[in-house]
């Protein structure tokens, strides 16, 4: 079973330019996470999908990002425009079921976003 | 607010030896998980440890759980190079979503 994808891995990007993070959650999973760790803090929630519907949203920084999930597969994170406080490590995650509190995350490797 | 934090926030040790990590909470939960993260890789779903439990064991890995304290700790035994990684403790309670700490880093060295 292929695990939860993202990319790219990487990107560097200057301020002011878009960027757009790609998840593949795991096949079958319908709950899908964004999570982001800045350089020495805790990996803070960004927001939840359910299938393609947003679950919870209360995590998203400011209206800078977007996040969809068309279809209820594979996810993406625009950032729009990208400043110096964007940068970081962004991870998805997702389960299978919607509860959260008991369910454990399979994560990708997560995208290390640098904004210049 | 933060939730899980993991104390300490770096952990060198000698091959063989035991590690131990700490995570301390603010609130009320329904579970704690711990997660492994290797360099460069997606974290890890190591155990899960419900609010009615206090001790659970995988392999060489202890978890133990007081919620009167609002703690937890991960012990690793006999350990190896291979666990060198960062763990992270992670929250859950109804419906929210896991909250996670910054983290530890522990090296074993060889």
């Known amino acids: 079973e292929a695990g939860v994808t993202q990319f790219p891995s990487h990107s560097v990007i200057e301020k002011g330019q878009t960027v757009t993070l790609r998840c593949d959650p795991i096949s079958g999973h319908d709950n899908l996470y964004w999570y982001r760790r800045v350089m020495g803090k805790e990996i803070k929630f960004l927001l939840h999908?359910?299938?393609?519907?947003?679950?919870?949203e209360s995590g998203m920084p400011n209206n800078r990002f977007l996040a969809e999930r068309t279809g209820g597969t594979y996810s993406t994170l625009k950032v729009q425009p990208a400043e110096l406080e964007d940068s970081g490590v962004y991870f998805c995650a997702s389960s299978r079921t919607a509860n959260r509190a008991s369910e454990k995350l399979f994560f990708g490797s997560g995208t290390q976003l640098s904004v210049l | 607010s933060q939730q899980g934090e993991e104390d300490p926030q770096a952990l060198s040790i000698q091959e063989g030896e035991n590690a131990t990590m700490n995570c301390s909470y603010k609130?009320?939960?329904?579970?704690l998980q711990w997660y492994r993260q290797n360099s460069g890789r997606g974290l890890v779903h190591l155990i899960l440890i419900r609010s009615n439990e206090r001790e659970k064991h995988s392999g060489r890995l202890r978890v133990t759980l007081d919620t009167s304290k609002k703690s937890s700790s991960l012990l690793i035994t006999a350990s190896r190079a291979a666990d060198t990684a960062s763990y992270f403790c992670a929250t859950g309670k109804g419906n929210t979503p896991l909250v996670f700490g910054k983290g530890t880093r522990l090296s074993v060295i060889a």
């Open positions: 609130t009320s939960i329904n579970n």
């Open positions: 999908f359910v299938k393609e519907s947003k679950q919870d």
